[in-house]
């Protein structure tokens, strides 16, 4: 099956054969009868055919569904990594998972090195030690940097090491990373897979080998996903293909548009040539995705002022839904880094990270175009 079919079959063994899966909203199940889940903390039959969708659209041998995207990324790292381990990721990533390696995880005696933002320097990391687990985002947020997956797993297959990747900028709908060598793939399924703005998720799907274990550490942290948000999330990847397929095709109109404003100052987009990973992207994503960073001419007072002249766009911290998201990153989702962190990544406060949705590209683009324009 392709991956629109994918995503709308309905599978699951319901004696009442629903013909979607219905929400077991329920703590514990009649024993014996029920021993197979036994309690949703551990299984839940929802949940458990959200776990079991993306590791179809993933093309995985399992799945794991968990109550956030950090949750799948601390559940993943926690499950397989051990003190005195070797741990590599780069600077430019979600501020919450780059402290997540930075503070908690070298706390407990594991060695974290973090490359320069983009490939080269990521790659001679790669190649000087012998890395237990390196953990990357396909798309880097928020400069959108593409890493070359392929390359990369080739390195990580030579010791033996295990390559995750957070892919939930590219969806599996512009990428799949197993298919390009990595280990592990997660999501944080809040943003593009549920698509509405109304849920957190997160997701990892990968071999048994690895996520048999991850699924026993999920029921010991806690880190499960509740039955109404995995009902929600399987109902939101319905429409995941059709959805990416609208948003790719407006992301690519809308860079174009903002690469030639008279306000912007640089933009960030996997598909434009001027981008420095374009020929990268090319060859490792099916699209471009739905997430444009660009500068404009000004600081933070004028960026305050474009986001506050904007009638459609809404300005928020998250991204990923059918509705267009703009954020400063700066002050939103990397607020947590300090002064030199954001500077060594290049996240200044002229930068804004716009989410597209579904919306009629020429209305968003007009939008734009009168917020920028409200700036001298």
């Given at each position: 099956m392709r991956d629109a079919t994918k995503s709308v079959k309905e599978?699951?063994?319901?004696?009442?054969?629903?013909?979607?899966?219905?929400?077991?909203?329920?703590?514990?199940?009649l024993y014996p009868e029920g021993e197979k889940?036994?309690?949703?903390?551990?299984?839940?039959?929802?949940?458990?055919?959200?776990?079991?969708?993306?590791?179809?659209?993933?093309g995985a041998e399992q799945g794991v569904a968990f109550s956030s995207g950090m949750?799948?990324?601390?559940?993943?790292?926690l499950s397989l990594l051990k003190p005195n381990a070797n741990v590599l990721i780069h600077r430019d990533m979600f501020a919450?998972?780059?402290?997540?390696?930075?503070?908690?995880?070298?706390s407990w005696g594991v060695n974290v090195d973090s490359s320069l933002p983009g490939n080269q320097n990521l790659i001679e990391m790669a190649k000087s030690k012998k890395y237990n687990l390196i953990f990357i985002e396909s798309i880097s947020n928020p400069l959108l940097r593409v890493i070359d997956i392929p390359e990369l797993s080739k390195i990580v297959r030579e010791y033996n090491g295990i390559l995750v990747v957070d892919s939930t900028f590219a969806t599996p709908i512009n990428q799949k990373p197993l298919e390009l060598g990595s280990t592990i793939v997660i999501h944080s399924a809040s943003k593009f897979l549920a698509g509405h703005n109304d849920v957190i998720a997160g997701l990892a799907a990968g071999y048994s080998e690895y996520l048999s274990v991850i699924d026993q550490m999920r029921r010991t942290l806690g880190t499960s996903l509740d039955p109404h948000a995995a009902y929600l999330t399987l109902r939101g990847i319905k429409t995941l293909k059709i959805r990416m397929d609208v948003i790719n095709r407006n992301a690519e109109q809308i860079a174009e548009f903002l690469e030639g404003h008279s306000k912007v100052k640089r933009v960030y987009y996997p598909g434009l040539k001027t981008h420095m990973d374009h020929e990268i992207a090319r060859r490792v994503l099916k699209g471009f995705g739905g997430v444009i960073s660009f500068e404009i001419k000004g600081g933070g007072e004028e960026v305050m002022k474009v986001m506050k002249s904007l009638k459609i766009i809404i300005p928020a911290q998250t991204l990923g839904g059918v509705n267009s998201i703009i954020s400063q990153p700066s002050t939103m989702s990397h607020r947590s880094l300090t002064v030199e962190e954001k500077k060594v990544v290049g996240i200044t406060d002229s930068?804004?990270?716009?989410s597209v949705g579904i919306e009629d590209v020429n209305d968003l683009i007009e939008d734009l175009d009168r917020a920028l324009n409200s700036i001298t």
């Open positions: 599978d699951i063994d319901d004696s009442a054969k629903a013909i979607t899966t219905p929400i077991y909203q329920t703590t514990a199940y889940y036994r309690y949703s903390r551990e299984a839940n039959p929802t949940v458990l055919e959200l776990a079991k969708k993306i590791a179809e659209l993933e949750g799948a990324i601390s559940t993943v790292s919450r998972t780059y402290k997540f390696f930075m503070d908690f995880v070298r930068l804004l990270r716009l």
